[in-house]
């Protein structure tokens, strides 16, 4: 029973690569969502996708891009990476976007060097 | 309580004993609550809800409760036990939306053998 899978766990990047964090969920949920978590600080919408086919942005979506690839995956992509992106990145989804039970992935530690 | 700070609130409490957790929330026309727990390197795990409509809602050693007058939420759980020893947090949204829950920062608690 995997419910959201996230790779990588881990990553280092130097300033200005790119690369995309990878989600996906096999519990048939509508939406899903990328969050990133820093010391001190609640969870912060980046991207969410409410249903296949349609994604909005957060509350923190500069930086990053986006894509609902099918039902089951969610992809986060920082096109050029800075170290303010350094942090630790959850992917999750939700059978629908109204009083859902939210099903967080294990999480992806990012450090941007 | 929760706390924006860098160094989450912590409390310790003797296994068997009972934890109270407080969160103060922010917005009075929040209407939807959540606790998750989270467990060191993990992802965040849906503990319990409560709508606005009600003032305490019982899971499985867990209870929520509600007071809106001073817009505060308290986690209960009874006979704390070493595996619940981790990060504890609200969130909070105006009409349920999933995408638009506000997340506080946490509490630590520690159980002591």
């Known amino acids: 029973n995997a419910g959201v899978t996230q790779t990588p766990k881990f990553q280092v990047l130097k300033t200005g690569q790119s690369m995309t964090l990878q989600c996906a969920q096999d519990m048939n949920h509508n939406s899903m969502y990328w969050y990133r978590q820093d010391p001190g600080m609640g969870l912060r919408l980046i991207y969410y996708?409410?249903?296949?086919?349609?994604?909005d942005k957060g509350e923190v979506p500069n930086g990053y891009n986006v894509s609902r690839l099918n039902k089951r995956e969610f992809s986060l992509r920082l096109e050029s990476a800075a170290p303010s992106q350094t942090s630790v990145y959850f992917c999750a989804s939700s059978e629908a976007q109204v009083e859902n039970t939210i099903y967080f992935g294990e999480g992806s530690w990012l450090t941007v060097v | 309580g929760e706390s924006v700070g860098l160094h989450l609130p912590t409390l310790s409490v003797q296994e068997g004993d009972n934890s109270i957790i407080n969160c103060a929330y922010s917005?009075?026309?929040?209407?939807?609550f959540i606790w998750y727990k989270q467990e060191s390197g993990k992802g965040p795990q849906f503990i319990i809800d409560?709508?606005?409509?009600?003032d305490k809602r019982q899971g499985q050693r867990v209870t929520v409760l509600l007071n809106k007058t001073v817009k505060h939420l308290s986690l209960q759980i009874a006979a704390t036990q070493p595996g619940d020893s981790a990060v504890y947090f609200c969130a909070e949204s105006a009409g349920g939306a999933t995408n638009k829950l506000i997340f506080g920062t946490g509490t630590l608690l520690a159980v002591q053998p």
């Open positions: 917005n009075s026309a929040s209407d939807y």
């Open positions: 996708s409410a249903s296949e086919g349609t994604t």
């Open positions: 409560i709508r606005s409509n009600m």
